[in-house]
């Protein structure tokens, strides 16, 4: 009898210690991970704008007084992100200033551990229409675990290299089920938005360890400029 309890308790151990293990990956190595690998996705991003490359060429709106612009009539429509790569880099002030993260196309698995992700059949940046992004609440470097902070007004930031896009939130968080997809539509269910515009979506998890409900904030394209004019006001101290 002592000699099953006492196999009983090495085994309860043995299970304790793989779990607080396991636990310890999940918490610490997948951001390391993940950090690691949007630092790299940045990195090449910066790299090939350097060289003159950017990750797609799109027509832009010319910027106008509230920087938005009118629709330019373009000899080709815009070339599409290539799955899996970065176009694109996203700053939130709100999360705080040194919080910034690379845009990829797509939303897999594998895509969401490197960045960001843009919704394949939604906008382009700076577009007419919905520009979608998903992004972790938790782990994988927890981009958007401080999502409900965010609030109207706030200033989402992006570049693709060329140009700087201001988007300006019009809503708080709202909760929703995944099957939900109208959130992206290009005139986005529950956003308020009654016509079509230059729009962005955010979505990621709720509850914060969880997966049973997303989070969602809608923005509008606020104002762009061109990246050699330094950053926008959104982006200064």
Not at 57 to 62: C, D, F, L, N, T
């Amino acid at each position: 009898m002592r000699v099953v309890v006492r196999t009983f308790s090495e085994l309860c151990i043995t299970v304790g210690a793989l779990i607080v293990l396991f636990v310890a990956y999940v918490l610490f190595w997948t951001g390391v991970k993940a950090d690691s690998a949007m630092d790299h996705q940045i990195d090449s991003l910066q790299s090939q704008w350097s060289k003159g490359a950017v990750a797609v060429q799109q027509p832009q709106p010319a910027p106008t007084a509230t920087g938005t612009g009118d629709d330019k009539a373009a000899a080709d429509p815009p070339a599409p992100y290539k799955d899996g790569k970065p176009f694109a880099v996203m700053y939130i002030p709100r999360l705080g200033f040194t919080w910034n993260k690379p845009v990829l196309q797509g939303t897999g698995v594998d895509i969401l551990k490197k960045g960001l992700g843009h919704y394949a059949g939604t906008a382009q940046l700076g577009q007419k229409g919905n520009f979608a992004v998903a992004g972790h609440r938790r782990t994988y470097g927890d981009p958007f675990k401080d999502f409900p902070e965010l609030r109207p007004g706030d200033a989402v930031v992006l570049t693709d290299g060329t140009t700087w896009f201001t988007y300006r939130i019009d809503t708080k968080p709202y909760k929703t089920v995944p099957g939900d997809v109208a959130v992206i539509d290009p005139v986005p269910r529950k956003s308020g938005y009654k016509e079509p515009g230059r729009y962005l979506t955010l979505t990621t998890c709720e509850p914060e360890w969880g997966h049973s409900h997303r989070l969602i904030v809608w923005a509008h394209l606020d104002a762009t400029q061109p990246a050699e004019a330094g950053k926008p006001e959104a982006l200064r101290r």
